[in-house]
């Protein structure tokens, strides 16, 4: 080989070398950049501002349960909840419809306009209950999540002594409504989209509920759902678990991960009720958690946050409230029950909690109803 092309030979090597060296470089600094975004996201403080005697929306002759808000194109804030006869009792799994009310403010006053998701007959996986909505605004539609059910609606229980249809709770499943305003026409569907799993060990093998559902930053969407398995005797089952489900799109479909979330070791049933969202490069939730002394449970709010929506941890400020309301004439007031929490969102920044809350009459008969509740968030960089 001549001096001039063992030349050529050397100067093309050198180039690949350094092109190699610069696309090395290159990824690193994205690497880098990457790990900073995650490094910088802040730690979130979440408390209760003081609540508006406005800021309540009860019904006296129906027991009133959650509550989710979205704001319309109308300029109104539309908030869907669920609803039951309160002479019935405590009759939720198998006698609740989602319905509507407006607002010109996410603090309320509300007004009831309509059933969004009303009974439609035991024929379908989800016509004879429809329970603890929540909505969201994706790509200019609008998508109500739900557990629905069916089954033959007999009331087992009576006002001040609860106990529960198990037909229509182990029927639970997840589904979504799709609308183009919140005002409806609400289209429904015939299958669920969050089903049980066929194998029996399976976490989600008994029934699934209580969708939580927001939007990745890919686009994708990403659900966290109640789950009860039977490894536990029936016909309640167990444990109550929490599992992760990614979608393509707001109807799916849905790919579930195998592990459960909010776990504590050694307790059958930890928490319930997420509400989950993505903010400043991390997702977060408020859950209620479930302390379990003997048969005495003890319920709060507290906070978890994940880096990637599938693995979750203890944010570093857990604790929110032990259910725990002031009022803005400065009286403070704890519930028996502060749950269902739903965040409302405004301009990329929460604004309001909605959750449902109850009281004890004269009679000791439950009188459940939706507060909302402003929210203070102090961001503490890391």
């Not at 804030?77 to 403010?105: D, L, Q, T």
């Not at 989950?276 to 939730?285: E, S, T, V």
């Not at 000791?364 to 939706?370: P, W």
Request: aromatic letters at 12%; a neutral charge.
């Amino acid at each position: 080989m001549s001096s001039f092309n063992q030349a050529i030979k050397l100067f093309q090597t050198s180039l690949l070398a350094c092109s190699l060296a610069m696309a090395a470089l290159s990824s690193c600094k994205e690497e880098k950049k990457g790990a900073s975004v995650v490094a910088q996201s802040p730690d979130f403080k979440i408390e209760f501002g003081k609540v508006s005697p406005k800021s309540i929306f009860r019904n006296d002759s129906l027991s009133i349960w959650g509550g989710s808000l979205v704001k319309g194109e109308d300029g109104l804030y539309h908030m869907f909840y669920s609803r039951w006869p309160k002479k019935i009792g405590w009759e939720w799994v198998n006698y609740s419809e989602i319905a509507h009310a407006v607002s010109e403010s996410p603090f309320g006053p509300f007004e009831h306009k309509d059933v969004a998701l009303p009974d439609r007959g035991p024929e379908f996986w989800d016509g004879s209950t429809t329970h603890n909505p929540t909505v969201h605004k994706f790509n200019g539609k609008y998508y109500l999540y739900y557990m629905g059910n069916t089954g033959d609606k007999r009331i087992v229980s009576v006002p001040g002594k609860p106990k529960i249809n198990w037909v229509h709770r182990n029927n639970q499943r997840i589904g979504v409504a799709v609308a183009d305003s919140p005002n409806g026409p609400w289209k429904r569907f015939d299958k669920p989209i969050i089903d049980v799993s066929p194998n029996e060990d399976a976490h989600d093998a008994l029934m699934t509920s209580n969708p939580s559902v927001c939007q990745m930053p890919d686009g994708k969407i990403l659900m966290v759902y109640k789950a009860v398995g039977k490894k536990d005797p029936l016909p309640g089952g167990g444990p109550v678990v929490h599992m992760v489900a990614i979608g393509d799109s707001p109807t799916g479909p849905f790919k579930k991960y195998p592990e459960p979330v909010f776990t504590f070791e050694g307790e059958r049933f930890p928490a319930e009720d997420p509400y989950i969202w993505y903010q400043d490069g991390k997702f977060r939730a408020i859950v209620k958690r479930i302390r379990h002394q003997g048969k005495i449970r003890e319920f709060s709010l507290v906070h978890y946050d994940s880096e990637d929506g599938i693995h979750w941890d203890k944010a570093k400020n857990f604790e929110i409230s032990k259910r725990i309301v002031q009022w803005e004439n400065g009286r403070v007031q704890q519930f028996e029950h502060l749950e269902r929490p739903q965040v409302y969102m405004e301009n990329g920044e929460p604004m309001a909690l909605l959750c449902a809350a109850d009281t004890l009459d004269a009679k000791g008969i439950r009188e459940s109803f939706n507060i909302q509740i402003p929210l203070k968030i102090e961001k503490i960089a890391p």
